[in-house]
């Protein structure tokens, strides 16, 4: 029993110690466009996938807790400032035991969107920003290149997504 409780506290101990050294890395993490590293990004909740067959890429798109929310009651347009879309694209690759199934490869980048109206009337009222590779290089060639992209999406507040339909 003793020995028990002894490897429960090792285990405990270990898996506080990742936490840390997870979340110290990520305040560690250089800004994009002068935006800080979202923290805790990878726990947020899924708001939709998506698949382009142009560049053969497979993304997810997630939000914070405030975007899930305004996703879930249809308040997205306009999302509410405090709401952050992350996507996070992957290459295609094959599953290796069924082929026929398209499953995330290579990491590509993992890009955010930040609400806030006032902070960013300059871009539209978002923050956009992106971290490349697995070293999570950022993105520093300017908000325009995203704004550009997303402007056939403007009257939509510049948001292509719509939130998959769940039960
Ligand atoms: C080549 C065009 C293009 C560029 C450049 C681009 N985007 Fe997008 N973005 C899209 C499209 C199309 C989608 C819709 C879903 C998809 O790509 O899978 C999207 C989706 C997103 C989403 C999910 C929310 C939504 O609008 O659907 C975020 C977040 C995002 N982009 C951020 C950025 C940021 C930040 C940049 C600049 C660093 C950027 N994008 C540059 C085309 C672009």
Redesign the pocket.
């Known amino acids: 029993m003793k020995q028990l409780a002894g490897l429960l506290v090792l285990l405990f101990a270990g898996c506080a110690g990742m936490a840390v050294r997870g979340y110290a890395a990520e305040t560690s993490m250089a800004p994009s466009h002068g935006i800080s590293y979202p923290v805790g990004w990878r726990n947020w909740a899924v708001i939709a996938v ?1 698949h ?1 067959t142009d560049n053969k890429t497979s ?1 997810v ?1 997630l939000g914070n807790d405030t975007a899930v929310k305004a996703a879930r009651s249809g308040k997205t347009n306009p999302w509410p400032d405090g709401a952050v ?3 996070v694209v992957w290459k295609d690759t094959q599953l290796k035991d069924w082929k026929a199934a398209t499953v995330p490869g290579t990491f590509v980048h993992a ?3 930040f609400k806030d109206a006032a902070k960013y009337s300059e871009s539209h009222g978002w923050g ?3 971290w490349v590779g697995l070293e999570q290089k950022p ?1 520093e060639k300017g908000m325009q ?2 704004i550009a ?2 402007a056939p ?1 403007k009257d939509r507040d ?4 719509d939130p998959a339909i769940l039960p």
């Open positions: 998506s382009r993304r798109i879309l992350a996507k890009e955010f969107m956009w920003a992106r993105f290149v995203c992209c997303h999406v510049w948001v292509f997504t």
